[in-house]
């Protein structure tokens, strides 16, 4: 069974481009979750999506930042435009169930914004 | 609010050491914990887990009891290898909601 994957690996952009990540979950995985890693801190959460519906998305830490899920499948992440405090690991994780079920991660995107 | 807090690393350990890496967590309600490993270059893998106190997750040599006494989720190991170096993070979700509070990560380096 194929793992969380997700595209691209690294990404380093400048300040004020645009920069879209993507996000495949474990087939059959209803629930998926956005995180991030800023600066060797705590992995935070950004969102959480089930099938195609933003169910919590309390995380995001701005306008600047859109996720979608069209079609309950693949996910994207879009940064608009990109400041320097964006730059860190995006992580994308997958459950089949919510609640205490374990989250599967994905190897994350690096992002460096100059 | 609900928070991870783990040891400082890094950690550098000879191999065949015994490894202790302490979390502690603050939890609303009854939370689930998880210890998640990073191998370089590689994503973030489940390493064990324990839904309810007292419960010992253990996975690959690595142990972990849930205390609820003491908020604690403590990582061992009696003898750790090269392999083992990686990145490790505690980790906590309470159920009721659906995210993981992370703590920062405890990077450990074994040496031959």
């Known amino acids: 069974e194929a793992g969380v994957t997700q595209f691209p690996s690294h990404s380093v952009i400048e300040k004020g481009q645009t920069v879209t990540l993507r996000c495949d979950p474990i087939?059959?995985?209803?629930?998926l979750y956005w995180y991030r890693r800023v600066m060797g801190k705590e992995i935070k959460f950004l969102l959480h999506?089930?099938?195609?519906?933003?169910?919590?998305e309390s995380g995001m830490p701005n306008n600047r930042f859109l996720a979608e899920r069209t079609g309950g499948t693949y996910s994207t992440l879009k940064v608009q435009p990109a400041e320097l405090e964006d730059s860190g690991v995006y992580f994308c994780?997958?459950?089949?169930?919510?609640?205490?079920?374990?989250?599967?991660f994905g190897p994350g995107t690096r992002l460096l914004v100059l | 609010g609900n928070s991870v807090t783990q040891m400082e690393g890094p950690v550098t350990l000879s191999e065949e050491a015994f490894l202790t890496i302490n979390c502690t967590y603050t939890?609303?309600?009854?939370?689930?914990l998880f210890w998640y490993v990073q191998y370089p270059g590689e994503g973030l893998q489940l390493l064990l887990k324990?839904?309810?106190?007292?419960d010992k997750g253990s996975n690959k040599g690595f142990e972990a009891t849930y205390r609820k006494e003491t908020t604690s989720f403590h990582l061992e190991k009696g003898s750790v290898q090269v392999s083992d170096s990686a990145v490790y993070f505690c980790?906590?979700?309470?159920?009721?909601?659906?995210?993981?509070?992370f703590g920062t990560g405890t990077s450990l380096t074994v040496i031959p």
């Open positions: 324990a839904t309810k106190a007292d």
């Open positions: 087939s059959g995985h209803d629930n």
């Open positions: 994780a997958s459950s089949q169930r919510v609640g205490r079920e374990t989250q599967y």
């Open positions: 999506f089930v099938k195609e519906s933003k169910q919590d």
């Open positions: 980790a906590l979700t309470r159920g009721t909601g659906n995210q993981f509070y």
């Open positions: 939890a609303t309600g009854y939370p689930s």
